[in-house]
């Protein structure tokens, strides 16, 4: 386990979270990130692989629970995940809420940042 702060970017792939993700290792932080790459892309992080603080999750954060090891000792978690375009969102309401109550899936005590 890395000795660094943790934070835990959703939609890290996006590319707003992507260059979250891109400013956090530069400030010195072991990244998480979290994307289904629905919208994002594992282009817009490609030039980080091999990074030796980033670890990459591409799976929904609908599907993860609080106590999800993803989220264990985060000091921050940036919440970026979630539908880059109005049109679908008539005709799926119920995934834009999904997305949005994801972001509060941190554990207790940490620390969230909605974007």
């Given amino acids: 386990m890395s000795s660094k702060p943790a934070a835990v970017v959703t939609g890290g792939a996006g590319f707003i979270g992507s260059h979250m993700v891109d400013v956090l290792l530069g400030a010195g932080f072991a990244v998480r990130v979290i994307d289904n790459l629905v919208g ?51 005709r799926a309401p119920d995934r834009v809420h999904g997305d949005q109550r994801a972001g509060h899936r941190a554990r207790p005590g940490v620390r969230t940042l909605c974007g």
């Fill in 40 to 90: 994002g892309h594992r282009s817009n992080v490609d030039h980080l692989r091999g990074h030796p603080d980033l670890s990459c999750y591409w799976q929904d954060i609908r599907q993860l629970e609080p106590a999800s090891p993803i989220f264990a000792g985060a000091r921050y978690v940036f919440h970026f995940a979630g539908i880059g375009d109005i049109v679908p969102l008539d």
